[in-house]
């Protein structure tokens, strides 16, 4: 009585077959994930754009002057964002932000952690317009989002 298994030539035959599958998937899935990891970073600045003109028009510390957060801390601790997006990093991105000494301005950035988490770096101010730049640091000169 024979034994039946599968040969040699099956086995690699298999083993071909994943591995050109794979050599397409891959590629396409990094690609989706950095596409998402943009679209969350674009949200996150629209949510951080939302929080300060909410701190300002409302004046969340209580002094009566009419200015800006100066930290996501800030923003945070007047639950105006969520401790996820006040730690600087998320969804494959690093935030920071700063405001002028006199409170009257005030810039975010978003900039991938690495190339596989994301292609673009991202900016906004109290404009609220989301700028970009593929290379270097996204400012208030860069295009906007859409463009």
Do not use: C
Not at 3 to 12: A, D, N, P, Y
Not at 25 to 46: D, G, K, T, Y
Not at 61 to 73: C, I, M, T, V
Not at 117 to 128: A, C, K, L, W
Request: hydrophobic share 45%.
């Amino acid at each position: 009585m024979k034994s039946r298994g599968f040969t040699l030539i099956e086995v690699m035959l298999v083993i071909g077959i994943i591995a050109v599958l794979a050599a397409i998937a891959i590629p396409n899935f990094i690609q989706a994930r950095r596409a998402s990891n943009e679209a969350s970073a674009v949200q996150h600045l629209r949510t951080l754009a939302t929080a300060q003109s909410m701190f300002q028009s409302n004046d969340k510390e209580q002094d009566g002057a009419s200015d800006y957060a100066l930290s996501l801390a800030e923003l945070l601790s007047t639950n105006l964002i969520d401790s996820n997006l006040a730690s600087g990093q998320t969804a494959g991105y690093v935030f920071a932000m700063e405001t002028a000494s006199t409170g009257i301005l005030w810039t975010a950035d978003a900039v991938p952690q690495n190339q596989n988490t994301g292609g673009r770096r991202f900016f906004v101010d109290e404009s609220g317009i989301i700028r970009y730049s593929y290379v270097g640091r996204a400012t208030s000169a860069s295009l906007p989002i859409g463009n």
